[in-house]
């Protein structure tokens, strides 16, 4: 297939991300793929993420290719104007809803993200602490800290257990195939006014109409939903007061989706235990109550790439890049109209 002749590249992230997920051998592959070097601009913590300047004399009048991640700022007017032939971005990241802007899409740029790179570790890490709820990890780990070792008889497990899925998004539906394979043999339940009867049955899932019945028949539930108006508090009070006793929350999608206050009455009371990988607000204060709960496990925005899985991420957008110049399909090609619903 006939290659297109690149014009510059740009990586622009945070520097505390750049060496992990776009160390200088992926950058080198960058400039082997395009031909051209590779102008990076690290964005240290306390800069602001309002800046786009490239270390470099010639500018970024030439920039064709840029590739964001973490830390990179919003591609707004102002930012556009100082790469004026622009033609993709590729995000070594998840969403980029807080990256894209409209005037992104009014100048024709293609727009990609890591997004399935990143979905990987969020499923993997939801379907372990899924384990642990079913298991009553949370109560059974505050009994024995109070010097209680539980029965046999109060122990928990996870066969039969009822998992409710809120979004079959591209996570959610990495989950519902990981709960499907499990031996438990969970029934998994899932609420998405997007998905069919028919898409369930496909999935191998019970379709549920509203996030009332799903939390109604759930021992377990799980968020992967998208952040917007229609889904912020979506586990409200009335919802959550719905869950069995003794059931559990988890949510690796978005804080907003989920009534802080009313999540942390619940779990105060001893009733729900809670699996938070995301808050609202993010981070909590340190006096926030949920980091205290003896049945609440908060973790700071973990389960997507971290550490050395955030490689995966630049090794995705190098390819990414490659297949651009090869005149390829984007695999992580993400379209204006398909935004609103993405994470």
Known sequence: MTEARAGGVAVVMGAEELGVVMPRDLRERLGELTGRRVRVKAIAAGESRESFSVAG???????????????????????????????????????????????????????????????????????????????????MAAAYADGRWPAFTERRGADGRTVGVIGASRIGRKVLAGLRASAA???????????????????GVERVSCPADLCRASDIVTVHAPETPETRRLLDEQHLALIPDGGAVINTARGSI????????????????????????????????????????????IAGAQGSEGRRLGVWAAEE???????????????????????
């Open 185 to 203: 043999g969970y029934r998994v339940l899932l609420y998405d006014p997007y998905v069919t009867d028919e898409d369930a049955e496909r999935m």
């Open 57 to 139: 004399p010639e500018g970024l009048e030439d920039v064709e290719v840029l590739v964001t991640g973490w830390g990179c700022p919003p591609l707004t007017k102002a930012v556009l104007d100082r790469v004026p032939r622009l033609r993709v971005v590729v995000h070594a990241a998840g969403s980029v809803k807080r990256l894209v802007t409209e005037e992104v899409w009014e100048r024709g740029i293609v727009v990609s993200s890591a997004a399935e790179a990143n979905a990987g570790p969020v499923a993997d890490f939801t379907l372990a602490v899924i384990t642990l709820a079913a298991k009553g990890a949370l109560p």
């Open 258 to 301: 989920v009534d802080t206050g009313a999540l942390e009455r619940e779990c105060a009371s001893g009733r729900l235990s809670a699996w938070l990988d995301v808050t609202d607000p993010e981070p909590l204060e340190k006096e926030q109550r949920l980091l205290s709960l003896p049945h609440v496990m908060v973790t700071p925005h």
């Open 321 to 343: 890049v490659g297949r651009w110049v090869r005149r390829e399909r984007l695999v992580g090609e993400v379209r204006r109209e398909e935004l609103e619903k993405l994470a």
